[in-house]
C-alpha cells in the first residue's frame, strides 16, 4: 500500500517538528498505541493492537528515524511480528515547509505498509483499506493535537502517485499541480475506507 498526502497544521513548523519527535505525541495519535517508549536517539519500541477483517492482533516491534533533518524532514520506518497473525512493516517520508507570512505549516507524506502471514491471506482490499484508515486517523489526531481543538475539521489531500510526477523533490517543497490532486479527505470521509485499527 503506499499513500501520499499533505495537510495544513495551524501552528509554526518548530512546533510540529517538535511533535514529531515526541514518543508521547507519536502515542496518543496513533490508533491502537499501547506504549511508545524510546530506546535510543532515533529508535523506539512500540506495541500495537489493531483488528484487520476477522484478524486482531497485538504487534510488538521497533520503528526508526532515519534521513533526518531538523527542523524539515524524516523518514520514519518499523515493523513487528502479531503472533499468528503474521507480521507488518511500513514508514512514511515526512516533510514541513513553512507557509509564507503566516503561522502554518505545511506537512507532506507519502506512506507505504505491507503484510505478510495470516494478514496477507484475508485480502488486499481490506488491509489497504485498514492501513489507510490508520494513515488518516493518525494524521487527523496529530494535526487536532497541535492545533488544541479535539473536534477540529481536518482536511486532508489525497496526491495521485503517477510515476514521474510524485517525487522526493515534490514532497520537499510541498507543492504539487491541481491536476494530480485526487479529491481530498478528512478524517470523517476516511472512514469509509477500510476498517478501523481498535484500541486495546
Same mark, same amino acid.
Not at 42 to 59: D, H, I, Q, R, Y
Not at 104 to 110: A, E, G, K
Not at 127 to 140: H, I, S, Y
Not at 181 to 186: E, N
Given at each position: 500500500?503506499?499513500?501520499?498526502?499533505?495537510?495544513? %497544521?495551524?501552528?509554526?513548523?518548530?512546533?510540529?517538528?517538535?511533535?514529531?519527535?515526541?514518543?508521547? /505525541?507519536?502515542?496518543?495519535?496513533?490508533?491502537?498505541?499501547?506504549?511508545?517508549?524510546?530506546?535510543?536517539?532515533?529508535?523506539?519500541?512500540?506495541?500495537?493492537?489493531?483488528?484487520?477483517?476477522?484478524?486482531? *492482533?497485538?504487534?510488538? !516491534?521497533?520503528?526508526?528515524?532515519?534521513?533526518?533533518?531538523?527542523?524539515?524532514?524524516?523518514? %520514519?520506518? #518499523?515493523? +513487528?511480528?502479531?503472533?499468528?497473525?503474521?507480521?507488518?512493516? +511500513?514508514? *512514511?517520508?515526512?516533510?514541513?515547509?513553512? /507557509?509564507? +507570512?503566516?503561522?502554518?505549516?505545511?506537512?507532506?507524506?507519502?506512506?507505504?505498509?505491507?503484510?505478510? #502471514?495470516?494478514?496477507?491471506? /484475508?485480502?488486499?482490499?481490506?488491509?489497504?483499506?485498514?492501513?489507510?484508515?490508520?494513515?488518516?486517523?493518525?494524521?487527523?489526531?496529530?494535526?487536532?493535537?497541535?492545533?488544541?481543538?479535539?473536534?477540529?475539521?481536518?482536511? /486532508?489531500?489525497?496526491?495521485?502517485?503517477?510515476? #514521474?510526477?510524485?517525487?522526493?523533490?515534490?514532497?520537499?517543497?510541498?507543492?504539487?499541480?491541481?491536476?494530480?490532486?485526487?479529491?481530498?479527505?478528512? !478524517?470523517?470521509? *476516511?472512514?469509509?475506507?477500510?476498517?478501523?485499527?481498535?484500541?486495546?
Amino acid at each position: 500500500m503506499e499513500l501520499a498526502q499533505r495537510v495544513r %497544521i495551524p501552528v509554526v513548523q518548530s512546533i510540529v517538528w517538535n511533535a514529531l519527535n515526541d514518543p508521547a /505525541i507519536l502515542k496518543d495519535c496513533l490508533p491502537g498505541c499501547q506504549s511508545f517508549d524510546r530506546t535510543g536517539e532515533n529508535s523506539f519500541e512500540v506495541v500495537l493492537v489493531a483488528k484487520v477483517g476477522p484478524v486482531k *492482533a497485538t504487534f510488538k !516491534g521497533e520503528v526508526t528515524l532515519n534521513d533526518v533533518i531538523p527542523p524539515d524532514s524524516y523518514r %520514519i520506518s #518499523g515493523s +513487528g511480528k502479531g503472533g499468528v497473525a503474521g507480521f507488518a512493516k +511500513g514508514g *512514511a517520508e515526512v516533510h514541513l515547509e513553512s /507557509i509564507e +507570512g503566516s503561522a502554518v505549516t505545511l506537512m507532506s507524506y507519502q506512506v507505504t505498509a505491507s503484510v505478510g #502471514g495470516k494478514l496477507a491471506q /484475508i485480502g488486499s482490499r481490506l488491509v489497504t483499506g485498514a492501513a489507510r484508515k490508520m494513515a488518516n486517523d493518525f494524521f487527523t489526531g496529530f494535526v487536532r493535537s497541535l492545533s488544541g481543538d479535539p473536534l477540529m475539521e481536518v482536511e /486532508i489531500e489525497t496526491l495521485v502517485l503517477d510515476k #514521474g510526477v510524485l517525487d522526493k523533490g515534490v514532497l520537499d517543497k510541498g507543492v504539487l499541480d491541481k491536476s494530480v490532486l485526487d479529491k481530498g479527505v478528512s !478524517g470523517k470521509d *476516511a472512514d469509509k475506507q477500510g476498517l478501523q485499527p481498535q484500541q486495546g
